[in-house]
C-alpha cells in the first residue's frame, strides 16, 4: 500500500503546481468571476497566492481521502497539516528572498511555489507514517484549514491593511 501512497504523492504534487500554476491566471481568464476570486488570486499579494496551494491541495486531499481512507483513515489531517506547512514555507521562503534581494523575480516565485507543495505533501506523508498519530491534533487542524477557506473568501473582498495583503511590489518601494 505505500506504494500506491507514493504514487498518489507524486500525482497530488504535480496535480497542485500544475492546477495551482493554472490557477493564477483564472480570475482574468472568467473576466474577473466573483465566484473564480474566492478559489483563484484576484491580485498580486501574497495572501492571495496563498490560494494556489490551498485549494488544489485540499481538491486533491479531498478526492484522494475518497480513494484511501479505508487504508489511511488520518490522511485528511495529515494533509491538513502539510497544507498549512505549505503555506507557511510560501510566507518564509517568499519573504526572505526578497528581503534579501529588495525585489521578487518570477521564477524564484514559481520555485518557491514549487517547494513549498513539496513541503506540504512531504509533510502530510511524514505524519501519515507516525505510528502514534496525535488525536488531539485533529479537530484543531479541522479548524484551522476551515478558519483559512474563510478567510480566503472573507479577505478576497475585505483585505486589511497589511503587507501580506499588498503586493509585493507596494510593500518593497
Not at 474577473?32 to 499579494?45: I, K, M
Not at 502514534?132 to 491593511?161: H, M, Q, S
Request: hydrophobic share 55%.
Amino acid at each position: 500500500m505505500r506504494k500506491f501512497l507514493k504514487i498518489y504523492t507524486v500525482a497530488g504534487i504535480l496535480f497542485t503546481i500544475g492546477v495551482g500554476s493554472l490557477a493564477h491566471f483564472i480570475y482574468q481568464w472568467t473576466g474577473e468571476n466573483p465566484a473564480a476570486a474566492l478559489f483563484v488570486p484576484v491580485n498580486e499579494s501574497t495572501w492571495e497566492h496563498l490560494k494556489l496551494l490551498f485549494f488544489p491541495m485540499m481538491v486533491y486531499s479531498l478526492w484522494e481521502v475518497a480513494l484511501l481512507h479505508g487504508k489511511w483513515p488520518e490522511l485528511f489531517y495529515a494533509d491538513a497539516a502539510g497544507v498549512l506547512t505549505g503555506m507557511l514555507s510560501i510566507i518564509v521562503l517568499f519573504y526572505t528572498y526578497t528581503g534579501v534581494l529588495g525585489r521578487s523575480f518570477f521564477p524564484a516565485d514559481l520555485g518557491v511555489f514549487c517547494i513549498s507543495v513539496i513541503l506540504a505533501f512531504l509533510t502530510s506523508r511524514r505524519l501519515l507514517h507516525k505510528k502514534a498519530w496525535p488525536g488531539a491534533w485533529k479537530w484543531p487542524l479541522l479548524a484551522a484549514v476551515t478558519v483559512c477557506a474563510i478567510a480566503f473568501f472573507f479577505f478576497t473582498w475585505n483585505p486589511p491593511e497589511l503587507g501580506l495583503f499588498r503586493s509585493p511590489d507596494t510593500v518593497f518601494r
